[in-house]
Protein backbone atom coordinates (compact mmCIF):
# COMPACT_ATOMS: atom_id res chain seq x y z
CA UNK A 1 0.00 0.00 0.00
CA UNK A 2 3.00 2.55 1.15
CA UNK A 3 6.37 2.11 1.08
CA UNK A 4 9.22 3.86 2.85
CA UNK A 5 9.73 6.76 1.09
CA UNK A 6 5.78 7.99 1.22
CA UNK A 7 6.55 7.41 4.89
CA UNK A 8 9.33 9.44 5.10
CA UNK A 9 7.33 12.02 3.25
CA UNK A 10 4.89 11.94 5.88
CA UNK A 11 7.05 12.11 8.65
CA UNK A 12 8.69 14.77 7.06
CA UNK A 13 6.03 16.79 6.97
CA UNK A 14 4.87 15.89 10.29
CA UNK A 15 8.04 17.01 11.73
CA UNK A 16 8.36 20.55 9.51
CA UNK A 17 4.86 21.00 10.72
CA UNK A 18 6.29 21.24 14.47
CA UNK A 19 9.41 22.62 13.82
CA UNK A 20 8.54 25.46 11.92
CA UNK A 21 5.53 27.18 13.66
CA UNK A 22 7.66 26.50 17.27
CA UNK A 23 11.04 27.58 15.80
CA UNK A 24 9.09 30.57 14.54
CA UNK A 25 6.80 31.28 18.23
CA UNK A 26 10.24 30.99 20.11
CA UNK A 27 12.07 33.38 17.93
CA UNK A 28 9.67 36.09 17.76
CA UNK A 29 8.78 35.98 21.63
CA UNK A 30 12.67 35.24 23.00
CA UNK A 31 14.22 37.48 20.03
CA UNK A 32 12.18 39.59 18.14
CA UNK A 33 9.56 40.74 20.37
CA UNK A 34 11.57 39.90 23.79
CA UNK A 35 11.55 42.95 25.21
CA UNK A 36 8.26 44.17 23.93
CA UNK A 37 6.90 41.04 25.70
CA UNK A 38 8.89 41.19 28.63
CA UNK A 39 6.07 42.28 30.79
CA UNK A 40 3.63 39.74 29.78
CA UNK A 41 5.87 36.42 30.58
CA UNK A 42 3.45 34.22 32.58
CA UNK A 43 6.29 32.32 34.84
CA UNK A 44 9.14 33.99 36.39
CA UNK A 45 11.06 31.38 36.26
CA UNK A 46 13.46 30.92 33.24
CA UNK A 47 13.71 27.58 30.93
CA UNK A 48 16.95 26.07 30.20
CA UNK A 49 18.71 24.29 27.14
CA UNK A 50 18.68 20.72 28.55
CA UNK A 51 14.59 20.95 29.42
CA UNK A 52 14.36 22.43 25.87
CA UNK A 53 16.14 19.73 24.14
CA UNK A 54 14.60 17.23 26.00
CA UNK A 55 11.34 18.90 24.34
CA UNK A 56 12.38 18.78 20.80
CA UNK A 57 13.67 14.87 21.29
CA UNK A 58 10.92 14.14 22.37
CA UNK A 59 8.43 16.54 20.26
CA UNK A 60 9.95 14.62 16.99
CA UNK A 61 9.47 10.74 18.27
CA UNK A 62 5.50 12.77 18.59
CA UNK A 63 5.91 13.76 15.29
CA UNK A 64 6.89 10.29 13.53
CA UNK A 65 3.94 8.50 15.37
CA UNK A 66 1.79 10.84 14.65
CA UNK A 67 2.97 10.54 10.95
CA UNK A 68 2.72 6.64 11.26
CA UNK A 69 -0.78 6.50 12.71
CA UNK A 70 -1.76 8.96 10.26
CA UNK A 71 -0.69 7.33 7.07
CA UNK A 72 -1.88 4.07 8.15
CA UNK A 73 -5.18 5.31 9.81
CA UNK A 74 -6.13 8.05 7.53
CA UNK A 75 -5.11 7.91 4.22
CA UNK A 76 -4.33 3.91 4.52
CA UNK A 77 -8.29 3.04 5.44
CA UNK A 78 -9.24 5.77 2.64
CA UNK A 79 -7.32 3.74 -0.16
CA UNK A 80 -9.20 0.38 1.37
CA UNK A 81 -12.72 2.40 1.72
CA UNK A 82 -13.59 2.20 5.21
CA UNK A 83 -13.22 5.41 5.93
CA UNK A 84 -14.90 9.07 4.54
CA UNK A 85 -12.27 10.49 3.35
CA UNK A 86 -13.04 12.19 -0.37
CA UNK A 87 -10.78 14.01 -2.74
CA UNK A 88 -13.59 15.84 -4.72
CA UNK A 89 -15.00 18.58 -3.42
CA UNK A 90 -17.54 18.87 -5.56
CA UNK A 91 -18.90 15.81 -3.91
CA UNK A 92 -20.24 17.94 -0.86
CA UNK A 93 -19.43 21.42 -1.95
CA UNK A 94 -17.23 24.54 -0.32
CA UNK A 95 -19.99 25.22 2.37
CA UNK A 96 -19.95 21.46 3.49
CA UNK A 97 -15.93 21.61 3.77
CA UNK A 98 -15.83 24.42 6.13
CA UNK A 99 -18.28 23.33 8.39
CA UNK A 100 -16.94 20.03 8.67
CA UNK A 101 -14.11 22.02 9.35
CA UNK A 102 -16.00 23.55 12.01
CA UNK A 103 -17.11 20.53 13.50
CA UNK A 104 -13.97 18.83 13.53
CA UNK A 105 -12.25 21.56 15.54
CA UNK A 106 -15.31 21.78 17.91
CA UNK A 107 -15.30 17.42 18.23
CA UNK A 108 -11.30 17.35 18.77
CA UNK A 109 -12.05 19.93 21.37
CA UNK A 110 -14.10 17.89 23.27
CA UNK A 111 -12.29 14.41 23.05
CA UNK A 112 -9.15 16.47 24.00
CA UNK A 113 -10.70 17.80 27.43
CA UNK A 114 -12.10 14.09 28.35
CA UNK A 115 -8.63 11.96 27.12
CA UNK A 116 -6.50 14.79 28.92
CA UNK A 117 -8.72 14.50 32.31
CA UNK A 118 -8.91 10.82 32.09
CA UNK A 119 -4.87 10.90 31.44
CA UNK A 120 -4.65 12.76 34.88
CA UNK A 121 -5.73 9.98 36.49
CA UNK A 122 -2.82 8.97 38.96
CA UNK A 123 -2.07 5.36 37.60
CA UNK A 124 -2.58 6.51 34.05
CA UNK A 125 -0.81 9.71 34.54
CA UNK A 126 2.36 7.91 35.32
CA UNK A 127 2.30 5.78 31.90
CA UNK A 128 0.86 8.53 29.69
CA UNK A 129 0.96 12.22 30.96
CA UNK A 130 3.75 12.57 33.47
CA UNK A 131 6.50 13.49 30.82
CA UNK A 132 4.52 16.47 29.31
CA UNK A 133 4.51 17.79 33.01
CA UNK A 134 7.68 17.78 33.49
CA UNK A 135 7.53 20.92 31.77
CA UNK A 136 6.22 23.16 34.70
CA UNK A 137 7.37 26.16 32.76
CA UNK A 138 6.59 25.39 29.32
CA UNK A 139 8.25 26.59 25.99
CA UNK A 140 7.09 26.75 22.17
CA UNK A 141 9.09 23.13 22.19
CA UNK A 142 6.85 21.69 25.03
CA UNK A 143 3.84 21.04 22.29
CA UNK A 144 4.27 17.65 21.12
CA UNK A 145 6.55 16.46 24.00
CA UNK A 146 4.65 13.57 25.06
CA UNK A 147 4.92 10.03 26.19
CA UNK A 148 4.86 7.59 22.99
CA UNK A 149 1.39 6.01 24.81
CA UNK A 150 -0.07 9.81 25.04
CA UNK A 151 1.01 10.49 21.32
CA UNK A 152 -0.80 7.54 20.34
CA UNK A 153 -3.74 8.98 21.65
CA UNK A 154 -3.83 12.70 20.34
CA UNK A 155 -3.26 11.57 16.83
CA UNK A 156 -6.02 8.61 17.08
CA UNK A 157 -8.48 11.29 17.27
CA UNK A 158 -8.21 12.09 13.41
CA UNK A 159 -8.93 8.63 12.35
CA UNK A 160 -11.57 7.80 14.45
CA UNK A 161 -13.09 11.13 13.03
CA UNK A 162 -12.91 10.12 9.27
CA UNK A 163 -14.61 6.44 10.47
CA UNK A 164 -17.88 8.85 10.52
CA UNK A 165 -17.70 12.04 8.95
CA UNK A 166 -16.76 12.88 5.40
CA UNK A 167 -13.81 15.17 5.44
CA UNK A 168 -11.91 16.08 2.51
CA UNK A 169 -7.44 16.57 2.88
CA UNK A 170 -7.68 19.92 2.58
CA UNK A 171 -9.75 20.55 5.67
CA UNK A 172 -7.69 17.74 7.64
CA UNK A 173 -4.62 20.28 7.02
CA UNK A 174 -6.28 23.36 7.59
CA UNK A 175 -7.69 21.64 11.04
CA UNK A 176 -3.92 20.24 12.01
CA UNK A 177 -2.36 23.38 10.96
CA UNK A 178 -4.70 25.19 13.65
CA UNK A 179 -3.95 22.39 16.09
CA UNK A 180 -0.42 23.04 16.03
CA UNK A 181 -0.54 26.66 15.72
CA UNK A 182 -2.99 26.85 18.54
CA UNK A 183 -0.63 24.33 20.83
CA UNK A 184 2.69 26.04 20.41
CA UNK A 185 0.82 29.40 21.54
CA UNK A 186 -0.75 27.51 24.60
CA UNK A 187 3.00 26.50 25.18
CA UNK A 188 4.56 29.91 24.18
CA UNK A 189 4.77 31.10 27.99
CA UNK A 190 3.92 34.41 27.21
CA UNK A 191 0.54 35.76 26.72
CA UNK A 192 -0.23 36.17 23.49
CA UNK A 193 -3.58 37.58 23.19
CA UNK A 194 -5.90 40.87 23.88
CA UNK A 195 -5.78 42.18 27.42
CA UNK A 196 -9.64 42.44 26.51
CA UNK A 197 -10.31 38.78 25.45
CA UNK A 198 -10.93 36.53 28.86
CA UNK A 199 -14.27 39.23 29.42
CA UNK A 200 -15.04 39.74 25.99
CA UNK A 201 -18.71 38.35 25.20
CA UNK A 202 -17.60 37.32 21.95
CA UNK A 203 -14.12 35.89 22.61
CA UNK A 204 -13.99 34.50 25.97
CA UNK A 205 -14.72 31.33 25.62
CA UNK A 206 -11.05 30.98 23.33
CA UNK A 207 -8.53 29.70 25.65
CA UNK A 208 -5.40 32.09 26.35
CA UNK A 209 -2.02 31.41 26.94
CA UNK A 210 -2.08 31.93 30.59
CA UNK A 211 -5.10 29.35 30.78
CA UNK A 212 -3.43 26.10 29.66
CA UNK A 213 -0.21 27.61 31.37
CA UNK A 214 -1.82 27.43 34.55
CA UNK A 215 -2.67 23.71 33.78
CA UNK A 216 1.24 23.51 33.80
CA UNK A 217 1.52 24.75 37.21
CA UNK A 218 -1.11 23.55 39.25
CA UNK A 219 -2.76 20.05 37.03
CA UNK A 220 -6.32 19.69 38.97
CA UNK A 221 -7.44 22.70 36.22
CA UNK A 222 -8.06 23.59 32.82
CA UNK A 223 -7.96 20.30 30.72
CA UNK A 224 -9.28 22.08 27.89
CA UNK A 225 -7.16 23.22 24.25
CA UNK A 226 -9.01 25.58 22.40
CA UNK A 227 -12.01 26.46 24.25
CA UNK A 228 -13.32 26.95 27.77
CA UNK A 229 -16.97 25.31 27.74
CA UNK A 230 -15.73 21.87 28.92
CA UNK A 231 -13.95 23.53 31.94
CA UNK A 232 -16.29 26.13 32.68
CA UNK A 233 -19.57 23.07 32.13
CA UNK A 234 -17.35 20.52 34.22
CA UNK A 235 -16.55 23.54 37.14
CA UNK A 236 -12.12 22.80 36.25
CA UNK A 237 -11.38 26.27 34.98
CA UNK A 238 -9.19 27.49 37.58
CA UNK A 239 -10.88 30.32 40.25
CA UNK A 240 -7.92 32.53 39.59
CA UNK A 241 -7.80 32.83 35.67
CA UNK A 242 -9.40 35.83 34.85
CA UNK A 243 -6.95 37.26 37.46
CA UNK A 244 -3.95 35.44 36.94
CA UNK A 245 -4.35 36.47 32.74
CA UNK A 246 -5.06 40.54 34.07
CA UNK A 247 -2.26 40.55 36.07
CA UNK A 248 -0.22 38.93 33.42
CA UNK A 249 -1.36 41.58 30.91
CA UNK A 250 -1.51 44.69 33.17
CA UNK A 251 -5.21 45.32 32.97
CA UNK A 252 -6.25 47.63 36.36
Do not use: C
Not at 63 to 79: E, N, Q, R
Not at 98 to 111: C, P, T
Amino acid sequence: MFDFSTWVGFVSHDILKYLIPAGAVFFVTRVVLAKALSSRKIQITQTNRRQIFREIGWSLLSATIFASVSMLGIMGLATLGINKIYTDISDYGWAYLLLSLLVMIVAHDGYFYWTHRLMHIPSVLRVTHLLHHRSRVTTPWTAYSFDPIEAVIQVAFAPLFALFIPIHPVALLIWSLHMVIRNVMGHSGYELFPASMPRSRYFGWITSVTHHDLHHQNARWNFGLYFTWWDRLMGTEHPEYLERFEATTNVK
